[in-house]
């Protein structure tokens, strides 16, 4: 029996999305631009990276190939050692829930709610009716924006009111800071939770409690008891699917809270992608047949895609390409190793938004070297791949990207 690996590389886009005009994205291309940039001198930082783009095992396992046919362009002439393709999102949006679930096999039926860049961002009465229901004395902030800067400007003022700080980003989050000590971190938790139970029947996909510590703006640091409330799939997906059938989902990072936690055996959680990596290496590890482990990788997106910081995010893409003989190394002769992305973050492209892209998918696949499995309509194709590699009932949503294998001749008549 097999195992299936999944290295989601948060936001890490490559262009090409048949509908990024709808969402004001034509032309976003998360990968060329930074390999462009680089190529020009724009990805150089002192003490950080310098020179073209250097990704040579994503390259040889096909990266190059999948970004060729987002793009329609001739496909490069060197056969790469793994498989690729490249997926186009059917969901609604372009935010982390709904790309992850349609991997999982579940395109979003629905829309999320996000809120205004206007300020405030939130609308009174639903501030109101927080304030009220978790009895905190009102609220602070109220806008989109960077955890770390609301922080740094409205901790000092929350630690003297007692009031929370409330704010959003280009996701369908309702996020709430407040210091561990002076608010405390279970008041802190009950006060999500009241929050969760009226935005989530506006479809607000996460709650997200931001605790931090420190005396002042300048020693204000968070801390890593972040915690997720999210609205849970509403259908089965391939992770609900695998665990009814006895098998292990091994999460790696972020992927419980964006599941609701269903669906997972077990969950690691790290901070950063080098301890992601580790981890991740260390789930494949422990991973059983019939097992599959399921990684994000966030600082993509969390800390490059969204600071529009090209070359941090080249960096990180070199850095996580340097560690990838790791996980090949880790592969039985049965395994399938996807890599792929649940949306784009271009960071050469206006304001901080995700953009719409397609995604590359990419990996190790048993006798599937130099296989071109095309333009995909839907991520669910991922998933329904894993299930089908897994020998688990395929799901309602996706096609596999390898044809089946042929029936045994005792079938033809």
């Not at 501030?127 to 009102?138: D, E, M, R, S």
């Not at 479809?203 to 204000?220: E, L, M, N, Q």
């Amino acid at each position: 029996m097999a195992r299936a690996h999944v290295f989601i590389l948060d936001s890490f886009g490559i262009g090409g999305a048949p509908d990024a005009a709808a969402y004001g994205d034509a032309g976003a291309d998360t990968y060329g631009h930074i390999r462009a940039a680089c190529a020009k001198g724009d990805g150089d930082r002192a003490g950080v990276r310098q020179g073209p783009l250097h990704t040579p095992n994503m390259l040889a396992l096909g990266l190059g190939h999948a970004h060729a046919l987002a793009a329609g362009a001739p496909l490069p002439a060197a056969v790469p050692s793994g498989f690729f393709a490249a997926a186009a999102e059917r969901s609604r949006g372009k935010d982390t829930p709904s790309g992850h679930w349609e991997i999982a096999g579940l395109p979003v039926p629905f829309k999320w709610t996000f809120f205004p860049r206007e300020e405030p961002a939130f609308p009174a009465a639903l501030l109101n009716a927080i304030c009220n229901a978790a009895g905190v004395p009102g609220s602070l902030c109220n806008t989109h924006g960077s955890g770390t800067d609301v922080i740094a400007r409205f901790g000092e003022e929350h630690m003297l009111s007692g009031k929370p700080i409330f704010y959003t980003s280009s996701d369908s989050v309702f996020q709430i800071a407040a210091h561990e000590d002076s608010f405390g971190l279970k008041r802190l938790y009950d006060l999500c939770e009241t929050a969760f139970a009226l935005t989530a029947p506006m479809k607000v996909g996460r709650v997200i409690a931001r605790p931090f510590t420190g005396t002042d703006s300048a020693s204000f640091r968070r801390t890593a008891n972040r915690r997720d409330f999210a609205i849970p799939p509403p259908e089965p997906t391939l992770l609900d699917r695998l665990v009814a059938a006895g098998r292990a989902v091994h999460a790696v990072g972020k992927i419980g809270d964006i599941f609701a936690h269903r669906g997972i055996t077990r969950l690691t959680k790290a901070s950063g992608n080098m301890a992601l990596f580790d981890a991740a290496l260390a789930a494949m590890g422990s991973a059983a047949e019939g097992d599959m482990t399921f990684t994000n990788f966030v600082d993509f997106d969390m800390e490059y895609g969204h600071r529009r910081d090209v070359p941090g995010y080249a960096a990180a893409l070199e850095a996580f390409d340097s560690r990838l003989p790791e996980a090949l190394a880790r592969l039985q002769n049965d395994d399938l190793l996807i890599l792929t992305a649940d949306h784009g973050c271009d960071p050469t492209w206006p304001g901080t938004d995700h953009t719409r892209e397609m995604v590359p998918v990419f990996g190790k696949a048993p006798g599937q070297d130099g296989t071109d499995a095309g333009r995909r309509a839907s991520f669910a194709d991922i998933g329904a791949t894993i299930a089908q590699h897994l020998g688990i009932a395929p799901g309602p949503h996706g096609m596999p990207l390898f044809a089946p294998p042929p029936l045994p001749s005792s079938t033809h008549a």
